[in-house]
């Protein structure tokens, strides 16, 4: 099955600077590509989702890149600030029985 | 905007106990997801129905079970629960599936001792 691996596992970054997430897929059958963003105690909140026509999203301050032909996905967050902090998770879909979550990055973005 | 409720939100029990996680969704979706969240491994899937008395099984659905019982609400089963299954459970729901955003709930932390 599809395997999704994120990473770094862990990001600091100071305020104003970029933070940068990568995930690679294993299905060239991945056609759904999404980043969610868990905030402490609470869900996963969809940040932006891509589909497999599209190489580059931007969205208020946000930037997804899809390279199908290295199967690898990436999440740019451009000047991070305090309520950037959070668990970011990257998330594929292929077949009809829903998502294959990567591990997280848990991000951390300092003064 | 989406909204998908569960409750309890926190949860203790005794190993070999019985616990229901209840989950309810309110905007008509057709498909509804019990993930568990554990450090070191994500999301996985335990089980998913894409209609009431629909169940399929998904990654990880040994030691549950999980009922569809109306459009609106879908129950996850621990009839025997094990510390192996305390974790953060989230339910969440979709219109369809390939291609179709899920909206989660809050979590429900379980703790199994």
């Known amino acids: 099955g599809e395997q999704v691996e994120q990473r770094p596992p862990h990001l600091s970054v100071r305020e104003g600077d970029s933070a940068f997430i990568i995930c690679t897929y294993t299905?060239?059958?991945?056609?759904?590509f999404y980043w969610y963003k868990q905030e402490p105690g609470a869900g996963l909140q969809l940040l932006m989702s891509v589909f497999s026509n599209v190489d580059r999203k931007e969205e208020q301050g946000l930037t997804v890149l899809l390279n199908k032909k290295d199967k690898r996905l990436s999440l740019n967050l451009t000047a991070a600030h305090p309520g950037d902090s959070a668990v970011y998770f990257c998330a594929v879909s292929a077949y009809a029985q829903g998502l294959t979550f990567g591990l997280g990055t848990r991000v951390s973005v300092f003064p | 905007e989406a909204a998908v409720t569960q409750s309890p939100r926190n949860k203790v029990t005794v190993t070999g106990g019985n616990v229901t996680l209840s989950c309810r969704q309110t905007?008509?979706?057709?498909?509804m997801y019990w993930y568990r969240q554990d450090t070191g491994h994500g999301l996985r899937l335990i089980h998913y129905s894409y209609g009431a008395g629909n169940l399929q099984i998904g990654d990880v659905p040994d030691g549950y079970k999980a009922t569809r019982t109306t459009q609106e609400d879908f129950f996850l089963l621990l009839e025997l629960a094990s510390p192996s299954q305390t974790s953060l459970y989230f339910c969440a729901s979709s219109e369809g599936t390939l291609g179709n955003t899920l909206y989660f709930g809050e979590g429900s932390r379980l703790i199994v001792v």
């Open positions: 299905d060239s059958a991945t056609a759904y």
């Open positions: 905007n008509s979706h057709n498909y």
